[in-house]
């Protein structure tokens, strides 16, 4: 491990546990010395600390943080680089940090973090040296995330949170400039919209002079050579139940049980909710009962309808260490339970996401990535990071319900894995669902709220105002149509209209949630 302190302009110090001499470092630029070293010693952690904090360091924890070598980890406990500002351009959930905790992020801070050698060397031929070691490490983020470094916002890189100082935040000028090199070309222009709209600021100099940088590109070939072997322990028993939910899907879901009960790695239980509205009706899934199955199934029958309900019911009869959350209608191959367990090994991770795709479509195999995203159909949950966890019945029968769940399990600093090697056929089945349109609070309002208030209660809850602002300047843009040209202040009075009463609801479903 080598730990560089900093001055923010160039390195003042260096502590090393190699034997040689290090002090070539020293006065030199941060990013210059870190590629360097990188070079120079291929298998060290290479550590960055402001010199204002480096008693707040904790090495101790440092070694455990890489349980493999394809991490970067960061850490500011109160600022970012890029203030909310960024949301106006951005719209995932690598936004808004959540600072308590092991946070899944691209945003990357120069006070306290690490990466390995290995890492620096893999994308060298993509880095520039930048005298803001900032935007150099947010640079480098931004584009590796995408190819399999996993980048967080990692609080215990320190010993406590006092006495900290702040951070200098990017300007405008800067923005522009990082909006420009690392997204399309509209964002610039998206950016200086929503700046003039929301903020009434007119930042022409800073959209021009960001017209003449190129955007940067990444290779990932040599990172993708960074085998993935975690260290980390995460699977004792190895059992695992299936949580389906199912309604009018009978012929769908004996499929799904046929696919489970060939399985190499056989789930301990399989937890069936059925639902039927109709007051006097009872189960159709007589083949329950009727086979010798491999497992225990829990089956357990409402007339209450819902997604959310009959999850949150089955959540409730959860008892193996793992969850794989199912639908009804898919079909997956017989080791799909076998590889899911060696994804969960060799990436040390607690959930992940597998491909899930209809059969016209193909994924093209990739490594490992962070993707803040759950699905209710296709994910594997360790079960202890279930505890305390529900679906938002807020969400029943609109959308959102899935993102909403990954959030909190993101914000209880669990990171969600997309696995593309594993796969998962959705077939759309074109019965079951819904036999009665559900009667939504906002069914009769005069003015039809747009977005959907379940949309917008997501954006609430989980997004920043400048992200909120940004979604709607695109929903905007995207509804435009001849009546705007015919009249454009009825329709802009429409589009505010039926925003506002989208708000309205959301905010309703956000006091009412459970």
């Known amino acids: ?243 389906i939910p199912t309604i009018g899907r009978k012929d769908y879901l004996l499929n799904v049980l046929e696919n489970l009960a060939s399985q190499t790695h056989l789930p301990t239980n399989v937890i069936v909710i059925e639902q039927n509205p109709e007051e006097n009706s009872a189960s159709q899934l007589d083949f329950i009962q009727n086979r010798k199955w491999p497992f225990t199934i829990k089956h357990h029958f409402t007339h209450q309808t819902g997604a959310c309900n009959a999850r949150n019911i089955g959540l409730e009869l959860i008892e193996s260490e793992f969850c794989f959350f199912a639908d009804d209608d898919i079909v997956f191959e017989s080791n799909l339970l076998e590889n899911a367990f060696k994804s969960i090994q060799f990436t040390g991770n607690e959930v992940i996401l597998i491909s899930c795709h209809l059969k016209s479509q193909t994924i093209q195999p990739m490594p490992p990535i962070q993707f803040p995203i759950f699905g209710g159909g296709h994910s594997f949950v360790k079960s202890a990071c279930l505890n305390g966890l529900k679906f938002n019945m807020s969400y029943e029968f609109g959308f959102g319900e899935d993102g909403d769940f990954g959030m909190q399990l993101v914000n209880k600093g669990y990171d969600i894995l997309f696995i593309s090697t594993n796969e998962i056929i959705h077939l759309k089945a074109p019965i079951g669902g819904f036999r009665t349109k559900p009667i939504l609070k906002w069914s009769d309002d005069v003015i039809e709220p747009k977005p959907s208030p379940t949309v917008m209660l997501y954006k609430l809850l989980h997004e920043t105002e400048e992200q909120l602002l940004s979604y709607k300047t695109t929903v905007f843009f995207k509804n435009l149509n001849n009546g705007f040209f015919r009249n454009p202040f009825k329709y802009i009075k429409t589009f505010r209209q039926k925003w506002n009463r989208s708000v309205y609801w959301a905010n309703e479903l956000k006091k009412h949630q459970s």
């Open 1 to 243: 491990m080598i730990i560089l302190y900093h001055n923010n302009a160039k390195i003042t110090g260096i502590v090393s546990t190699e034997t040689g001499d290090v002090s070539d470092g020293l006065n030199r630029n941060i990013s210059a010395v870190l590629l360097d070293f990188a070079d120079k010693y291929p298998n060290e952690i290479l550590v960055w600390c402001h010199e204002s904090a480096k008693d707040n360091l904790n090495v101790d924890a440092i070694e455990s943080l890489f349980h493999h070598k394809k991490v970067l980890c960061s850490y500011h406990p109160s600022s970012n680089y890029f203030d909310s500002r960024l949301g106006y351009i951005e719209a995932s959930a690598f936004v808004k940090v959540n600072k308590e905790v092991h946070y899944g992020t691209w945003q990357t801070s120069s006070h306290f973090g690490a990466v390995h050698s290995s890492v620096l060397r893999a994308c060298k031929a993509d880095l520039l040296i930048e005298k803001d070691f900032d935007y150099f490490l947010n640079s480098f983020a931004k584009r590796a995330i995408f190819f399999g470094l996993f980048c967080y916002s990692e609080p215990s890189l320190l010993k406590n949170k006092k006495n900290i100082s702040k951070v200098v935040s990017a300007n405008l000028y800067t923005l522009f400039k990082f909006a420009k090199q690392h997204y399309r070309i509209r964002w610039i222009f998206l950016l200086f919209f929503n700046l003039m709209v929301f903020e009434k600021r007119f930042p022409v100099f800073p959209l021009l002079v960001s017209l003449f940088y190129k955007r940067r590109n990444f290779n990932p070939d040599e990172l993708n050579t960074i085998g993935i072997t975690s260290n980390r322990s995460i699977i004792e028993k190895g059992s695992i139940d299936v949580l």
